[in-house]
């Protein structure tokens, strides 16, 4: 069964980057779609990256132009780069894996379906 571990995160000010590493085990990272999810409290998680086993992106327009979602299958892990970060980041953020769902669309159909998820982190970005 695939695990995920989500490192990095933090506080940083606007304007500013960081990079979340999602370690996969228990299976290869090449045998799944993989994707970013986060949650502001009081609203719904909401997916904003996604990266299929072929290496096709899709991109939220929230998102698009600052994130960017990188597979490293020799390491077998998901990493997302987060550049010119703003307020509205701040929430806590999650990877998935899945061997079907691969869009934004999909794996916000059945969210709570999806093969593994990891633990939290949050990430806050002050003005």
């Known amino acids: 069964q695939v695990h995920l571990v989500l490192s990095g995160g933090g506080s940083v000010q606007a304007g500013g980057s960081l990079r979340l590493s999602c370690a996969v085990s228990?299976?290869?990272?090449?045998?799944?779609?993989m994707g970013w999810f986060r949650q502001v409290p009081g609203k719904e998680r909401e997916a904003f990256a996604t990266i299929a086993n072929d290496g096709t992106t899709s991109y939220a327009d929230s998102v698009k132009g600052r994130f960017a979602i990188v597979k490293d299958d020799t390491k077998n892990t998901l990493y997302l780069q987060m550049n010119s970060l703003k307020s509205e980041d701040t929430a806590m953020y999650y990877c998935?894996?899945?061997?079907?769902?691969?869009?934004?669309?999909?794996?916000?159909?059945?969210?709570?379906?999806?093969?593994?998820w990891s633990q939290g982190t949050l990430v806050t970005v002050s003005p």
């Open positions: 228990g299976n290869f990272i090449s045998l799944y779609s």
């Open positions: 998935v894996a899945d061997r079907v769902a691969h869009t934004i669309a999909t794996m916000m159909s059945f969210p709570n379906a999806l093969d593994a």
